[in-house]
C-alpha cells in the first residue's frame, strides 16, 4: 500500500474521531442520534448540527479521494448524512396531518414535534407536553437539506416527499408573525410556556426559504415537478422583521448568544454589515465569559441557584441568577466559525486558544467540549461580588454533539481541508457584500383604444391589452388563486399554499406556463374593495414607493423587476387622465423616479431581462400527465380570462321622471351624518371631556344599529329634525315634533312614521345635493335599518314603486349608489362615511396591523381615555373590524378613518422605520385628535369644523398629513379647487426648523405676525405631538428602571411601578418598557404626559450621577410636576411673565378656574399653559422647574450644606 501524504494521515485522525464521538451514536434503524446513552429522544436541531461534522470531512475527502478505500470512506461518510436527513423527514411525514392543520390554524399544539425516537422515528411526548413550537429547528433543517443538495448529496427520493418538503416550506412561511419556544424551548424566559417572536427563528425561517427557493429536490437529475417554489415577498418579510429586531431576540430576552447563528454560519440571514457587527458587539461585551458565552441575560438553567424540583421560575427570582448564568463553550465554535467566513485569521485564532483551554481532554488525550460550566455553589457569593472571577465546573453532558460537531468543522477549515465555500454552496455568506443598482422595469398598458388615445394626447404611447397579445396580463389575485395548487398532494392528504397573499416582489416577475406568458398587476391597485383606490394622488405616491421597495429588496433573483400596470377607465377623472397619472408617467419617461432608476417600455422588449418563473407545479403530475395543465386550473384560467379587468356598472340613484309633482311641506334630517362624529378637538384637554359636554358628542343618532345593540341601553341619543332654513311660509308638519323620542327598532311602523318616511324619500328623490342624501339615508339607516325596502314609497301612484328593473331597492343599494357617485365626486367625508356604513373594509387591513406589531409596535384604537383598546397580537380581518367599529361605536366616518390611517402607519415603517424610533405603542385615536387639533391650528377655525376639513382630506393629503405629524415637519395648508385642502412642506428660512406651521396664503406684515404668534406655542405643539406618538427621549425605558432601582416604586396617574419589576426584569427588556408604557398611557393629556416625561428624565439624571444612594419610598411623579408649575408661577409673579394674565393673578390659584373647571389658559390637568410653552433648557426652563421640584419634594436629597453640580 502506498504512503499516505501528510494530509491523508491528518484525514484519517479526524475520521476516527468522527467516527468514534458521533457515527458510533447514530442508531442503525433511523439514522438518528439520541440525546445521551440514557435518553433516547433525538432533536431536530442537535441532530442536523451533530450531522455537519460527517458532511464536511465528506467533502474534505472527496477533494483527495486518490485511492479506493477514499472514495469509499467518502461515500460512507455521505450515507451517514444522507441516513441521519431521511431520518427526519420519515419522522416528519408521520406527522403529516400536523403540517396541514398548522397551515391554517398556527396553534402551538398542532405544530410538528421537536424531538422524537431515535429508535423507531415515533412521537415521545404528547402535544401539550412539550414545547414543540420551534420554528427555527424546522427551518434549520431545511436550510441544510437545500445547502447539502446543493453539494452534490441526494436526500430525497419521491415527488411524494417532494410535496411534503414545499408544505414545510408553508410551515414556515409565516414565522414572522408566529410566536414559538424558540432555540432553548423554553419561549418567555420565566419558563412559564408562553411563545413569543424569536429573531433566532425568523432569521433560520429567512435563510431557509431563501435557499430552497427555485431548488431542485432531484438534484442535476430533477425535471420541472421536483422544484420547490417560494414567494420572494415572504422571505422578505422574515427579513423586515429581524431587522427591526436585531439585537433583541424576544420581548423578554434583549440579547441572545443564539443569535451567532443567524448572523453567521448556518444561516448568513441578515445583510446589514453594521447590524451583523452590533449584534456580535453586544453578545460580546454582555455574555461573554471565559468558559464561553451565557445563552441570556438572568438564564437560570442549570445555575446553582435553581430549584431542580420544577421547570418554570417565578418572576421575583430572576435577579438571583444575574452574573451566575452558566457559559455555554458552543458560542465559542460559533464564533471561530463566523471569523473564519469572514476570513479573520487572527480572531480565529484568538478563540481557538481560548476554547483549548477549557475543554475537557478523555482518557486517550481526545479534545471534547462539554455543555456548560456553571459557579461551584460555596463560590456564588464571591460572584455576585466580582463577576466572572471564580473557576466554574463542567455541568451537563460531555462531549456535548452538537459544539463537537461545529469545533470539528472549525479545524477542518482551520488547517485548509475545507474552503468555507464548500460549507456554502448556495453561496448565502455572500449576501452582505454590495449590490449594484437594481433597474425597475415599468410597464403600462390601457384597458383600451379610447383609453390609448387619451395617453398619445400627452406623448405617451402604450399598448392596450389587445396589443400585448401573447403574454396575458392578470390582476394578483389570479397568481394568488394559481399558488393555492402548488404542493397539493392527495395520497399525503396535503391541500397546498393557504395564504392568498401575494406581494409586490411576486407580481414583478412574469411567469411562464407552457408555452403561454403571464404578466401580474400589483395587488396593492386591485380595484375590487376600497375607496383608497379611487384617489389618483395616492395610486402615484404608492407606486413610487413600491419602486423604492423594489430597488432596496430585489436581492437574489435572476432578472430585473418588472411592475405591470392598467390604465383603465376606472382611474379617469371627469372623463380626463389625472394630472397626478401624467406627471408620474412623464417622471418614468425621463428614467429617473425619486432616485429609482426606471425603465419604460412595451413588455415584448423586457421579456429577455426580466426575472421569469415556471410554472411548472400546475401540470396534473398526480394523474400522470404532467405536461397538460390541472384540469381546475384550465377552467380557471378559461373562465377568468375573459372577465378580469371587466368594470362594474354604476347603479344609478334616482331617475328624473320619478320626481313627484308637488311637494307640500320640507323637511330635514340635515346634520343627521354630522351627529355622529367622535373626534374631539374643543375641548384644549385633548382627549378628555370637560365636566359639561357643550356639543353632543359621542351621543348616537337614534337607534344603534344591529351590531351595537348591546351598547343600546347607555348611547342612545334624541334625534331633532329641524325645519330647513328657506321661506317663511313652509308650513312645517307637527306630527313630526312626535318623533323626539328614541325609536325601538321593534315597534309597529305606524301610520305617521310611514308617511315621514316616503316623505324622506320623496325627498331623497328631488334632492341633487349628495350631502343631503347622506344625512336622509344616515336617518332611515338608523330609524328602519339597512335592509329596509323603499319600493313603493314616496310616491302617489303606488303601482310603480322605487324598482329598479323591476327588484326591490333596500337602504343598502341606494347607499351604494350614493358611495359611487362621492367616489366620482371626491367627496371624501361621504365616501368614508358611506364606507363605513357599507361595512367596506380597507385592503389588507390585518396585514397592515400585523405589520405593525412585529416590528415591537403596540396598536391602539379608540378615542382615550374611555374607549382605547391595545392589540398586541395579530387578529383576522373581521374580528379587528369589528373591534374597530365597537370602539367608536356609530362614528363610521373615524372608524373607517382608523382603518385607513393604520394601513398608512404600516407603509411608512416599512418604508421609513426610522420615524417610529422611540415609539413603543401607536394610539390611533389620539393621533387623530392631534391631526384635527393641527388642522384648527393651521386654519384658525374650530374644532368641528377642523374635523369636517378632516375627515374630507382625500387620501393622498391624509398620508401626507400624517407623514408630517410623524416626522414633526412643518407644514401649510394650502387650499386648491373644490374646496379641498392641499397639505405642503414649509421650507421658509424665518421658521424655525423645530416644529411649526405657517399658514398657506399670507403676505408681508401679516406673515411675520402670523410667525411670531406661532413661535409662542411652538413648544406646547411638540409636546403635544411627541405625547400623542408616544415619542421618549433616548434609552428612555432603561433609564427609568435604574431609578425604580433606587425607590420603592414610582406612582404615575394613579398606577403605581413597583421597585419588583426590577427583580424580574432586566433594563433593555421590551417587557418592562410595555409597563412603564401602560402607566404613561393612564394619562389623557399629551402635552401633560411629556411633562411627567421630562420629570422622570431628572430623576434619571439623579440616579446616574449617583447624588444619592436610595431616593426614599414611593415617588409621585406628578407631585413634582404641580409642584414644577407653583415654583414657576412664584417666578412669573416676580418678573411680571405672560402668565400673570391668567394663572399667576392671584395667590390662591383658585379663582383663575373657568366654571368648566378648566384653567382660564386653557391649560390641560391644571398646569398653567405658558409651562408647557417653555423650552426645556435655560433659566427658565421647564428642567430647571423640575430640578427644583425634586430638590425640594424628595426627602432624600439634603437640604442644607453644598453639593458637587457639575452641568454635563
Same mark, same amino acid.
Given at each position: ?71 469509499? @470512506? ?74 447539502? &443538495? ?61 435557499? %430552497? ?31 427591526? %429586531? ?44 471565559? #468558559? ?234 386591485? #380595484? ?58 412623464? @417622471? ?152 323626539? #323620542? ?24 328631488? &334632492? ?200 414633526? @415637519? ?169 402668565? %400673570? ?16 373647571? %378648566? ?50
Amino acid at each position: 500500500m502506498r504512503s499516505r501524504s501528510n494530509s491523508g494521515v491528518r484525514l484519517d485522525y479526524y475520521q476516527r474521531i468522527v467516527h468514534r464521538l458521533i457515527m458510533a451514536h447514530q442508531e442503525p434503524v433511523t439514522g438518528l442520534f439520541p440525546a445521551s446513552k440514557n435518553n433516547s429522544h433525538a432533536w431536530i436541531r442537535d441532530n442536523v448540527y451533530c450531522i455537519l461534522a460527517v458532511w464536511g470531512l465528506s467533502m474534505a475527502y472527496k477533494k483527495i479521494a486518490d485511492q479506493d478505500e477514499d472514495r469509499a @470512506k467518502c461515500y460512507e461518510l455521505e450515507q451517514s448524512c444522507v441516513k441521519l436527513m431521511r431520518g427526519l423527514l420519515m419522522a416528519m411525514m408521520n406527522q403529516k396531518d400536523k403540517v396541514e392543520r398548522f397551515k391554517m390554524t398556527q396553534n402551538p399544539l398542532d405544530s410538528l414535534h421537536a424531538k422524537y425516537s431515535s429508535k423507531n422515528g415515533q412521537p415521545v411526548v404528547g402535544d401539550g407536553e412539550w414545547g414543540h413550537l420551534q420554528i427555527d429547528a424546522v427551518s434549520l433543517y431545511l436550510l441544510i437539506l437545500a445547502q447539502m &443538495t446543493a453539494s452534490g448529496l441526494q436526500i430525497v427520493f419521491s415527488l411524494d416527499e417532494v410535496s411534503f418538503i414545499q408544505n414545510l416550506v408553508f410551515y414556515i412561511e409565516s414565522a414572522y408573525c408566529i410566536p414559538d419556544y424558540g432555540i432553548w424551548e423554553r419561549g418567555d424566559k420565566t419558563n412559564h410556556g408562553e411563545p413569543e417572536l424569536n429573531a433566532s427563528s425568523i432569521g433560520m425561517a429567512k435563510a431557509a426559504l431563501e435557499a %430552497m427557493n427555485e431548488l431542485d429536490l432531484f438534484g442535476a437529475r430533477g425535471g420541472p415537478a421536483s422544484v420547490i417554489h417560494v414567494l420572494a415577498d415572504e422571505a422578505h418579510k422574515c427579513q423586515a422583521v429581524l431587522q427591526s %429586531m436585531l439585537p433583541r431576540e424576544s420581548n423578554s430576552k434583549e440579547l441572545d448568544s443564539g443569535l451567532l447563528c443567524v448572523i453567521g454560519f448556518p444561516a448568513f440571514a441578515a445583510d446589514d454589515p453594521q447590524l451583523i457587527r452590533n449584534t456580535k458587539d453586544a453578545i460580546l461585551s454582555r455574555l461573554q465569559g471565559k #468558559y464561553g458565552c451565557k445563552r441570556f441575560l438572568r438564564d437560570g438553567y442549570r445555575t446553582p441557584k435553581e430549584d431542580p424540583t420544577r421547570l418554570y421560575y417565578e418572576r421575583w427570582e430572576l435577579r438571583m441568577f444575574e452574573n451566575i448564568e452558566c457559559e455555554w463553550p458552543l458560542f465559542f465554535c460559533y464564533l471561530i466559525l463566523f471569523h473564519s467566513f469572514q476570513n479573520d485569521k487572527l480572531s480565529v485564532k484568538e478563540y481557538a486558544d481560548r476554547l483549548e483551554k477549557i475543554m475537557v481532554r478523555s482518557e486517550d488525550g481526545t479534545l471534547l467540549i462539554p455543555e456548560s460550566y456553571a459557579v461551584p455553589i460555596d463560590l456564588v457569593p464571591n460572584e455576585y461580588q466580582h463577576p466572572g472571577s471564580q473557576p466554574r465546573e463542567v455541568v451537563g453532558r460531555c462531549p456535548f454533539l452538537w459544539g463537537q460537531s461545529l469545533f470539528i468543522l472549525g479545524r477542518l477549515l482551520q488547517e485548509g481541508f475545507l474552503a468555507v465555500g464548500e460549507l456554502d454552496p448556495l453561496n448565502r455568506r455572500l449576501g452582505a457584500q454590495k449590490k449594484p443598482d437594481v433597474v425597475v422595469q415599468v410597464v403600462i398598458i390601457a384597458e383600451d383604444n379610447e383609453i390609448r388615445d387619451k395617453l398619445t394626447e400627452h406623448d405617451l404611447h402604450v399598448q392596450t391589452i389587445a396589443e400585448v397579445a401573447p403574454i396575458e396580463v392578470q390582476p394578483a389575485r389570479v397568481l394568488s388563486h394559481l399558488y393555492t395548487y402548488l404542493g397539493r398532494n392527495r395520497k399525503l392528504g396535503l391541500t397546498g399554499r393557504k395564504s392568498r397573499d401575494v406581494g409586490i416582489l411576486s407580481t414583478s416577475k412574469l411567469y411562464s406556463l407552457k408555452d403561454r406568458i403571464f404578466a401580474f398587476t400589483p395587488q396593492n391597485i386591485d #380595484y375590487e374593495e376600497y375607496y383608497t383606490t379611487r384617489d389618483p394622488d395616492l395610486l402615484a405616491s404608492n407606486f413610487t414607493t413600491n419602486l423604492a421597495f423594489l430597488t432596496n429588496n430585489w436581492r437574489h433573483m435572476l432578472g430585473r423587476p418588472t411592475i405591470t400596470l392598467m390604465a383603465t377607465h376606472y382611474m379617469l377623472d371627469q372623463d380626463k387622465i389625472p394630472l397626478a397619472m401624467i406627471q408620474t408617467m412623464r @417622471k418614468l419617461k425621463s428614467g429617473y423616479i425619486n432616485g429609482t432608476r426606471v425603465m419604460l417600455s412595451n413588455l415584448k422588449d423586457f421579456l429577455n431581462t426580466s426575472a421569469i418563473t415556471d410554472l411548472s407545479f400546475l401540470g396534473s403530475t398526480e394523474d400522470g400527465y404532467p405536461d397538460r395543465l390541472h384540469p381546475d386550473v384550465q377552467a380557471y384560467l378559461d373562465e377568468h380570462l375573459l372577465r378580469s379587468f371587466s368594470h362594474r356598472g354604476m347603479m344609478k340613484l334616482h331617475g328624473g321622471h320619478l320626481r313627484p309633482r308637488q311637494l307640500r311641506r320640507r323637511m330635514s334630517c340635515k346634520g343627521a351624518i354630522k351627529k355622529t362624529r367622535s373626534i374631539n378637538v374643543d375641548s384644549d384637554n385633548l382627549g378628555m371631556e370637560g365636566p359639561t359636554p357643550l356639543i353632543e358628542r359621542r351621543l348616537s343618532s337614534v337607534v344603534p344599529p344591529p351590531w351595537l345593540q348591546s351598547n343600546k341601553a347607555n348611547n342612545i341619543s334624541v334625534f331633532d329634525t329641524t325645519p330647513e332654513e328657506g321661506p317663511p311660509n313652509l308650513v312645517i308638519d307637527p306630527l313630526i315634533r312626535e318623533n323626539i #323620542y328614541p325609536i325601538d327598532p321593534h315597534h309597529n311602523r305606524s301610520a305617521i312614521e310611514r308617511r315621514k318616511v316616503e316623505e324622506l324619500i320623496a325627498m331623497l328623490r328631488e &334632492t341633487e345635493n349628495l350631502e343631503e342624501q347622506g344625512d336622509i339615508l344616515q336617518y332611515l339607516v338608523d330609524t328602519q335599518g339597512l335592509d329596509f325596502n323603499t319600493a313603493g314609497l314616496g310616491l302617489k301612484n303606488k303601482d310603480s314603486g322605487m324598482l329598479e328593473e323591476g327588484r326591490v331597492v333596500t337602504v343598502r343599494d341606494l347607499l351604494k349608489g350614493l358611495y359611487e357617485k362621492a367616489c366620482q365626486q371626491k367627496l371624501w367625508g361621504l365616501v368614508r362615511h358611506t364606507a363605513g356604513m357599507l361595512g367596506k373594509r380597507v385592503e389588507d387591513l390585518a396585514k397592515a396591523v400585523t405589520d405593525l406589531l412585529v416590528r415591537q409596535k403596540q396598536v391602539t384604537v379608540g378615542m382615550p381615555p374611555n374607549n382605547e383598546y391595545t392589540i398586541t397580537a395579530p387578529l383576522p380581518e373581521l374580528e379587528l373590524r369589528q373591534l374597530i367599529h365597537d370602539t367608536y361605536g356609530d362614528d363610521e366616518s373615524t372608524a373607517m378613518l382608523t382603518q385607513e390611517l393604520m394601513v398608512y402607519l404600516a407603509m411608512f415603517i416599512r418604508t421609513e422605520p426610522q420615524l417610529f424610533h422611540e415609539m413603543l405603542r401607536l394610539r390611533v385615536g389620539l393621533i387623530i385628535q392631534v391631526m384635527a387639533k393641527e388642522l384648527s391650528r393651521t386654519l384658525n377655525c374650530d374644532g368641528e369644523a377642523a374635523s369636517e376639513h378632516l375627515l374630507n382630506l382625500s387620501p393622498f393629503e391624509m398620508k401626507n398629513l400624517l407623514y408630517h405629524i410623524l416626522s414633526g @415637519k412643518e407644514f401649510a395648508v394650502s387650499s386648491v379647487a373644490r374646496g379641498n385642502l392641499s397639505i405642503v412642506s414649509c421650507k421658509s428660512s424665518r421658521v424655525s426648523k423645530k416644529s411649526q406651521i405657517g399658514l398657506g396664503e399670507q403676505e408681508g406684515d401679516d406673515a411675520i405676525i402670523a410667525t411670531i404668534d406661532d413661535r409662542q406655542g411652538q413648544w406646547l405643539r411638540r409636546r403635544r405631538l411627541d405625547g400623542a406618538l408616544n415619542r421618549v427621549p433616548r434609552d428612555f425605558y432603561s433609564r427609568v428602571w435604574s431609578v425604580l432601582e433606587k425607590c420603592q416604586g414610582l406612582a404615575i396617574e394613579g398606577r403605581i411601578l413597583q421597585q419588583s419589576l426590577t427583580q424580574e426584569m432586566t433594563p433593555g427588556e421590551l417587557k418592562f418598557a410595555l409597563e412603564v408604557e401602560t402607566a404613561l398611557n393612564q394619562i389623557p393629556q399629551p402635552e401633560y404626559r411629556q411633562l411627567v416625561v421630562e420629570a422622570l428624565m431628572v430623576l434619571t439624571l439623579m440616579t446616574e450621577h449617583n447624588m444619592v444612594p436610595s431616593l426614599g419610598g414611593i415617588i409621585y411623579v406628578e407631585h413634582l410636576v404641580h409642584k414644577a408649575n407653583q415654583l414657576f408661577l412664584e417666578d412669573q409673579r416676580k418678573v411680571q411673565g405672560d402668565a %400673570m394674565l391668567c394663572c399667576a393673578k392671584s395667590k390662591e390659584g383658585k379663582d383663575q378656574q373657568a366654571a368648566s373647571g %378648566m384653567l382660564l389658559c386653557g391649560g390641560a390637568a391644571y398646569i398653567c399653559q405658558h409651562l408647557y410653552d417653555s423650552a426645556p433648557s435655560g433659566s427658565y426652563g421647564t428642567m430647571t422647574y423640575m430640578a427644583r421640584a425634586v430638590a425640594l419634594v424628595l426627602d432624600c436629597v439634603p437640604k442644607h450644606g453644598e453639593m458637587e453640580c457639575v452641568i454635563s
